[in-house]
Nanobody, 126 residues
Framework: VQLQASGGGSVQPGGSLRLSCSASGRLVNNNPMGWFRQAPGKEREFVAAIRWSGGTIYYADSVRGRFTISRDNAKKTVALQMNSLKPEDTAVYYC????????????????????WGQGTLVTVSS
């Protein structure tokens, strides 16, 4: 599985950006895809994930209500709509795909994702 992310950039606080990730290769129906991010000097953290089958969605508390993850099964793409962006959202965002089925308690752990995209930078600054 190869992942290609796009859509990063610079925006002022309160603005919006949309990230997109396209997957090539074989994806198992229930393996989650999603996004992690890493801010300068901080550890990589979970942002959001979605299951291909059934569409169950998971969010980090810090982005819930502002970010929306969605998927297009036919195109094998996952998008992250980011609204009301804050300076603390500044980070490199990574598209991820799990290499196996994950239960809910495993969704937020980065070690459970075997496939990572190249990362796209999001900068929120006035």
């Amino acid at each position: 599985v190869q992942l290609q992310a796009s859509g990063g950039g610079s925006v002022q606080p309160g603005g919006s950006l949309r990230l997109s990730c396209s997957a090539s290769g074989r994806l198992v129906n229930n393996n989650p895809m999603g996004w992690f991010r890493q801010a300068p000097g901080k550890e990589r953290e979970f942002v959001a994930a979605i299951r291909w089958s059934g569409g169950t969605i998971y969010y980090a508390d810090s982005v819930r209500g502002r970010f929306t993850i969605s998927r297009d099964n036919a195109k094998k793409t996952v998008a992250l709509q980011m609204n009301s962006l804050k300076p603390e959202d500044t980070a490199v965002y990574y598209c991820v795909a799990a290499s196996g089925s994950l239960i809910a308690s495993e969704i937020r752990r980065k070690d459970n994702y075997g496939y990572w995209g190249q990362g796209t930078l999001v900068t929120v600054s006035s």
